[in-house]
T-cell receptor, first 115, second 114 residues
Framework: EPEVTQTPSHQVTQMGQEVILRCVPISNHLYFYWYRQILGQKVEFLVSFYNNEISEKSEIFDDQFSVERPDGSNFTLKIRSTKLEDSAMYFC?????????????FGPGTRLLVL | GDSVTQMEGPVTLSEEAFLTINCTYTATGYPSLFWYVQYPGEGLQLLLKATKADDKGSNKGFEATYRKETTSFHLEKGSVQVSDSAVYFCALSETQGGSEKLVFGKGTKLTVNP
């Protein structure tokens, strides 16, 4: 069964460094998402992406964050200058169908720790 | 915006016990409702969903019914197994201005003891 994959599974970085989290969505899916979960808190929406552009972004998704689909298979989340509060589990998700249809399928997550 | 409130855990049960995890939501429209499960060390997996009022989602012995009048989507299972130990997330899909996102509850950790 096709699945969403994410790399790395764990990432430790120093405050102020750039990190890139990678995701490979399911191959025939068209809608892509990033969510994050700070330890002990809710899973929060960060950004949605369709047709090579951002559809919606949350207040969390400030200028330090960017997303890209560089090669038609990968979907990346870049944090330009990490802060301590960026430490969280980051989940990628993808969906085949449009609004109100289909299901978002999630990857296993990348646990990011900023020191 | 829309929100989801679910029963805080942790919940500890013995094998074959009955499980209920409460979930209520606040939404301006008519969202689809979901239960996702996260087994230890794994990602979020869809457990079941319901797309309109009075729909019942079911999977692996779990059930939840979309109750518009009480804005609830409680998860139930008649007889839990050790392998059901996981974190369970209630979620709704919020559609706004041509885009869609999931809004999650905080998650409920379930431990089932033999």
């Amino acid at each position: 069964e096709p699945e969403v994959t994410q790399t790395p599974s764990h990432q430790v970085t120093q405050m102020g460094q750039e990190v890139i989290l990678r995701c490979v969505p399911i191959s025939n899916h068209l809608y892509f998402y990033w969510y994050r979960q700070i330890l002990g808190q809710k899973v929060e929406f960060l950004v949605s992406f369709y047709n090579n552009e951002i559809s919606e972004k949350s207040e969390i998704f400030d200028d330090q964050f960017s997303v890209e689909r560089p090669d038609g298979s990968n979907f990346t989340l870049k944090i330009r200058s990490t802060k301590l509060e960026d430490s969280a589990m980051y989940f990628c998700a993808s969906k085949r169908s449009g609004l109100g249809q289909g299901t978002q399928y999630f990857g296993p997550g990348t646990r990011l720790l900023v020191l | 915006g829309d929100s989801v409130t679910q029963m805080e855990g942790p919940v500890t049960l013995s094998e074959e016990a009955f499980l209920t995890i409460n979930c209520t939501y606040t939404a301006t429209g008519y969202p689809s409702l979901f239960w996702y499960v996260q087994y230890p060390g794994e990602g979020l997996q869809l457990l079941l969903k319901a797309t309109k009022a009075d729909d019942k989602g079911s999977n692996k012995g779990f059930e939840a019914t979309y109750r518009k009048e009480t804005t609830s989507f409680h998860l139930e299972k008649g007889s839990v197994q050790v392998s059901d130990s996981a974190v369970y997330f209630c979620a709704l899909s919020e559609t706004q201005g041509g885009s869609e996102k999931l809004v999650f509850g905080k998650g409920t950790k379930l431990t089932v003891n033999p």
